[in-house]
């Protein structure tokens, strides 16, 4: 009998040995969509865990759910690491209007901006200046700013493709904005949301006072696109009309959290290692599911479909949930600090922190010669309609991972609707569509494959063609 089962296994390894890297990538998707997990352990992660800002019982309960399921998959190795990180909590709602004259009030959708300080307990009125940049503000100066509110009005720029690149174009005046403000003698900074539609929901994220003094930080807070277009329109009508917000957001101290890691150890390779991961941490206002819960389960099920379409990586291969990448970064740097001081050899990571819609492909960080490779996996990738494969950004969580001879990339779905949902009340798990959230997990699971089969260092075009 044990001759019989000995000679199964090798028949079957024998088969999954000759197969084609095509076949194998329509092994890999054909699972995730008829046999995929990541929508389910979404739910639960959105439906019932919920919001999990650092320093949350909801990213407390998020940690403890993502180890035991990494648990389940008969892993070689899963385990908790350590990480302080900051805890902020929002408080009770804020709320926020528009006086044009005492006693007539229009009220507008406001939420604090995380790190924010609190308004005083009685709320925070003054007259309003609104300006598009930094520069215009340094053209004031202090005499058209002193004692009033910096309102920033920036709005992402419409006629780029690429939403990210409109975002980055302007999430500076929310996350540097308060300081550039305080410079001018503001009492307060209210921010328009980075959203490309216009809509009642503000967005918050994250922002900074540059180690200021506690008495020198101003209260900083999020308005809709649509009352951000109203407060502007009012404003070139009457420069005079105030505005009044209140929020009682505060800044504790730093709480224990962790990482989730989990582990497939490399059959030929095992102290090379390649890691795939997204952030568990999320901001409070919806649930998180496309930034970053989507990343999270996708991740996780990587490691999941390689174990179910029989693939036994050459080298050490992680899942790796960081903590705290919203607002801090701690989760991705003590990571690589960790790394670093092991000595660990990590030669790839891929990271998924673009939302849970269709996968267009992924950007690269990486040597000339390591994307030449990529390119010449491209043809695998058609029939998946994968076609985006361009040098550029990774994820913030595996940049400090970056060496001079090491590839990182970044999943790369669609954008366009991804900045509708993102830091505000409606990121939730009725946005996620099951089918591109699978797609996801299946086109990083091939990359996550042809990088382990072939390695970072450049091979011919002849031999990817050729399987």
Same mark, same amino acid.
């Given at each position: 009998? /044990?001759?019989?089962?000995?000679?199964?296994?090798?028949?079957?390894?024998?088969?999954?040995?000759?197969?084609?890297?095509?076949?194998?990538?329509?092994?890999?998707?054909?699972?995730?969509?008829?046999?995929?997990?990541?929508?389910?352990?979404?739910?639960?992660?959105?439906?019932?865990?919920?919001?999990?800002?650092?320093?949350?019982?909801?990213?407390?309960?998020?940690?403890?759910?993502?180890?035991?399921?990494?648990?389940?998959?008969?892993?070689?190795?899963?385990?908790?690491?350590?990480?302080?990180?900051?805890?902020?909590?929002?408080?009770?709602?804020?709320?926020?209007?528009?006086?044009?004259?005492?006693?007539?009030?229009?009220?507008?959708?406001?939420?604090?901006?995380?790190?924010?300080?609190?308004?005083?307990?009685?709320?925070?009125?003054?007259?309003?200046?609104?300006?598009?940049?930094?520069?215009?503000?340094?053209?004031?100066?202090?005499?058209?700013?002193?004692?009033?509110?910096?309102?920033?009005?920036?709005?992402?720029?419409?006629?780029?493709?690429?939403?990210?690149?409109?975002?980055?174009?302007?999430?500076?005046?929310?996350?540097?904005?308060?300081?550039? $403000?305080?410079?001018?003698?503001?009492?307060?900074?209210?921010?328009?949301?980075?959203?490309?539609?216009?809509?009642?929901?503000?967005?918050?994220?994250?922002?900074?006072?540059?180690?200021?003094?506690?008495?020198?930080?101003?209260?900083? $807070?999020?308005?809709?696109?649509?009352?951000?277009?109203?407060?502007?329109?009012?404003?070139?009508?009457? /420069?005079?009309?105030?505005?009044?917000?209140?929020?009682?957001?505060?800044?504790?101290?730093?709480?224990?959290?962790?990482?989730?890691?989990?582990?497939?150890?490399?059959?030929?390779?095992?102290?090379?290692?390649?890691?795939?991961?997204?952030?568990?941490?999320?901001?409070?206002?919806?649930?998180?599911?496309?930034?970053?819960? $989507?990343?999270?389960?996708?991740?996780?099920?990587?490691?999941?479909?390689?174990?179910?379409?029989?693939?036994?990586?050459?080298?050490?291969?992680?899942?790796?949930?960081?903590?705290?990448?919203?607002?801090?970064?701690?989760?991705?740097?003590?990571?690589?600090?960790?790394?670093?001081?092991?000595?660990?050899?990590?030669?790839?990571?891929?990271?998924?922190?673009?939302?849970?819609?269709?996968?267009?492909?992924?950007?690269?960080?990486?040597?000339?010669?390591?994307?030449?490779?990529?390119?010449?996996?491209?043809?695998?990738?058609?029939?998946?309609?994968?076609?985006?494969?361009?040098?550029?950004?990774?994820?913030?969580?595996?940049?400090?991972?970056?060496?001079?001879?090491?590839?990182?990339?970044?999943?790369?779905?669609?954008?366009?609707?991804?900045?509708?949902?993102?830091?505000?009340?409606?990121?939730?798990?009725?946005?996620?569509?099951?089918?591109?959230?699978?797609?996801?997990?299946?086109?990083?699971?091939?990359?996550?494959?042809?990088?382990?089969?072939?390695?970072?260092?450049?091979?011919?075009?002849?031999?990817?063609?050729?399987?």
């Amino acid at each position: 009998m /044990k001759r019989i089962l000995l000679f199964l296994i090798l028949i079957s390894s024998s088969i999954s040995f000759s197969q084609t890297d095509q076949e194998v990538l329509k092994t890999i998707y054909t699972q995730s969509l008829t046999n995929g997990k990541s929508y389910d352990w979404l739910s639960h992660l959105s439906n019932q865990i919920g919001s999990r800002l650092s320093g949350s019982l909801g990213a407390e309960r998020a940690v403890a759910y993502t180890k035991e399921e990494l648990d389940k998959l008969g892993l070689d190795k899963v385990w908790l690491q350590p990480v302080m990180v900051p805890k902020w909590v929002r408080g009770a709602k804020e709320f926020a209007f528009i006086e044009t004259k005492p006693g007539k009030t229009t009220n507008v959708n406001i939420c604090a901006l995380g790190g924010s300080v609190a308004t005083p307990a009685l709320g925070l009125k003054a007259e309003v200046v609104e300006v598009q940049n930094f520069e215009e503000l340094e053209a004031l100066g202090t005499e058209n700013i002193k004692g009033k509110i910096v309102f920033y009005n920036r709005p992402m720029q419409a006629d780029l493709i690429q939403t990210f690149e409109a975002y980055g174009g302007c999430v500076n005046q929310r996350y540097k904005g308060a300081v550039e $403000a305080i410079k001018f003698g503001a009492v307060g900074v209210i921010v328009r949301s980075m959203n490309l539609r216009m809509d009642d929901l503000p967005h918050t994220g994250s922002m900074t006072y540059d180690n200021l003094p506690v008495d020198k930080r101003i209260p900083s $807070a999020a308005i809709s696109t649509n009352d951000a277009e109203l407060l502007s329109t009012m404003l070139k009508l009457d /420069k005079s009309i105030k505005f009044y917000f209140k929020q009682s957001c505060k800044q504790l101290k730093d709480v224990q959290s962790y990482n989730v890691i989990g582990e497939i150890t490399g059959s030929e390779f095992p102290n090379e290692y390649m890691i795939v991961g997204g952030h568990l941490d999320s901001w409070d206002l919806g649930d998180g599911s496309h930034d970053d819960g $989507a990343g999270v389960v996708q991740s996780m099920d990587v490691l999941r479909l390689l174990k179910e379409s029989g693939i036994t990586p050459k080298r050490s291969i992680r899942v790796v949930l960081f903590m705290n990448e919203e607002n801090g970064l701690r989760g991705g740097k003590k990571y690589a600090a960790i790394a670093k001081q092991k000595n660990e050899n990590h030669v790839f990571a891929l990271e998924s922190d673009s939302g849970g819609f269709t996968p267009r492909g992924f950007s690269f960080d990486c040597t000339d010669a390591a994307f030449n490779q990529v390119l010449s996996w491209q043809q695998l990738f058609k029939p998946y309609l994968i076609h985006y494969f361009e040098k550029g950004g990774s994820g913030a969580d595996v940049g400090p991972l970056k060496t001079e001879s090491n590839v990182l990339a970044g999943l790369r779905p669609d954008s366009q609707r991804y900045f509708d949902h993102h830091h505000a009340s409606n990121d939730t798990f009725d946005a996620i569509n099951k089918r591109e959230l699978e797609l996801g997990a299946a086109t990083m699971t091939s990359l996550i494959y042809l990088f382990d089969k072939y390695g970072v260092n450049p091979i011919s075009n002849k031999e990817a063609i050729k399987d």
